[in-house]
């Protein structure tokens, strides 16, 4: 059968959501989408060696204790005893064993985005618990939570879990990924997130990565650690970003934001291509800046 424990691993990704192959992990990028890679050996006498690009950190879970680890030409030095798994970070262009901070904020396998990634796992979808005070918005997010459970149901072939905002209890934080419709003055659950989101929101604009925007008819829609868990994903005011329009060949059927968008929106913007008309979108950086 195959071998499970290599000595040779030839590892190369773009994105933290395929991070491993065999003994070999990547836990950082210097910078998503780029191409990265790893190649690390193992001989006989227990000694690694590694050599990257584009990564920041990796992990290593090697059958045996590792007599030397070398990476990218570089020894790392080791402590007398090694926990498993192994993991490194590089530093000021130098290798060297070291732990995650866990309220370090960072993209990390299954935390890294985009938009739709939060879909591929256990989520909550969690409805407004309040009106806006604007018509039109509460119009647009009332049409598109229709649009996604008909969409849900027509193309995932299931009911989605939903709760109002003020309905969400500790257990849903511990096991879902948040789906948050809404604004804060019309979502409780998400005016207690603002706080620790990159967005500043008042009741005429909102700001968002240095720009301000009319609150009447837009909206931020962003894929962002949890504040309230941040082992998890909040999303605000999308679901999947195909939409009907990419449904003709399953070859469409793939991510159409990054993890951040602005969308001008109104009562009757929701269609089968999209949601809203896209002002800006991106991705955010390495720690989700």
């Known amino acids: 059968g195959q071998d499970e424990s290599p000595a040779e691993v030839h590892l190369q990704t773009r994105t933290l959501k395929y991070p491993s192959m065999h003994w070999v992990r990547i836990e950082g990028l210097q910078r998503h989408w780029d191409d990265s890679r790893v190649d690390a050996m193992r001989d006989e006498q227990g000694n690694i060696s590694l050599t990257t690009r584009g990564v920041t950190a990796l992990s290593l879970t090697p059958k045996t204790q590792p007599r030397t680890i070398t ?40 935390l ?30 009332q049409n598109e939570v229709e649009y996604l459970q008909r969409r849900w149901r027509a193309v995932f072939r299931g009911h989605i879990r939903f709760k109002s905002a003020d309905e969400v209890s500790p257990a ?26 990159p967005l500043k929101w008042a009741e005429d604009e909102f700001e968002f990565n240095g720009q301000r925007y009319a ?7 962003l894929i962002y650690p949890n504040p309230l868990n941040p082992n998890r994903y909040v999303v605000l005011n999308s679901g999947p970003t195909f939409r009907d329009a990419h449904d003709r060949t399953n070859s469409l059927q793939n991510p159409k934001l990054p993890d951040w968008a602005v969308l001008k929106v109104s009562a009757d913007s929701t269609n089968q291509r999209q949601a809203g008309e896209v002002q800006a979108a991106g991705f955010f950086d390495e720690s989700w800046q």
């Open 71 to 110: 990476v990218d030409g570089m020894n790392v030095a080791l402590p007398a005893q090694l926990d498993s798994p192994i993991t490194l970070r590089r530093s000021d262009n130098a290798w060297q064993v070291a732990d995650f901070d866990a309220n370090e904020l960072r993209k990390r396998p299954g």
């Open 172 to 197: 849903d934080l511990e096991q879902y990924h948040l789906l948050v419709w809404g604004t804060p003055t019309s979502n409780s659950l998400l005016q207690r997130m603002l706080p620790q989101l």
């Open 112 to 141: 890294q985005g985009p938009i739709d990634d939060a879909f591929t796992g256990p989520f909550l979808m969690i409805t407004t618990d309040r009106p806006s005070g604007k018509q039109a918005i509460d119009a647009w997010v």
């Open 215 to 221: 609150t009447a008819d837009h909206m931020p829609v």
